[in-house]
Nanobody, 122 residues
Framework: QVQLVESGGGLVQAGGSLRLSCVAS????????MGWFRQAPGKDREFVSA????????FYADSVKGRFTISRDNAKNTVYLQMNSLKPEDTDVYYC???????????????WGQGTQVTVSS
């Protein structure tokens, strides 16, 4: 059992920044790869970024490379997504997820947060 809670979303103007946080309820968090996904209404969940349990491997979707940074602090059971240079097309609900394996495929993730809304205005 791993419960995940996202926070940090909100309304920001294009070009601005937000930092999302995802806090896990259990100490076993440190053994999981963590991913960030986003989803717009009526669309499939889209991969954003993922990080291995030890931080040794990191992947980003092409659409966010150079703008977003994923990191984790296992001592705090927290994973972060720093989002800079935000664009209106980044508007979505953002979800964090935990998996036993590092992956860009949503179906392999075992645990999901409830999401946090990010809205970028022009």
């Amino acid at each position: 059992q791993v419960q995940l809670v996202e926070s940090g979303g909100g309304l920001v103007q294009a070009g601005g920044s937000l930092r999302l946080s995802c806090v896990a309820s259990r100490r076993t968090f440190s053994g999981y790869a963590m991913g960030w996904f986003r989803q717009a209404p009526g669309k499939d969940r889209e991969f954003v970024s993922a990080i291995r349990w030890n931080g040794g491997s990191i992947f980003y979707a092409d659409s966010v490379k150079g703008r977003f940074t994923i990191s984790r602090d296992n001592a705090k059971n927290t994973v972060y997504l720093q989002m800079n240079s935000l664009k209106p097309e980044d508007t979505d609900v953002y979800y964090c997820a935990a998996s036993s394996y590092l992956s860009n495929t949503s179906s392999v993730y075992d645990y999901w947060g409830q999401g946090t809304q990010v809205t970028v205005s022009s």
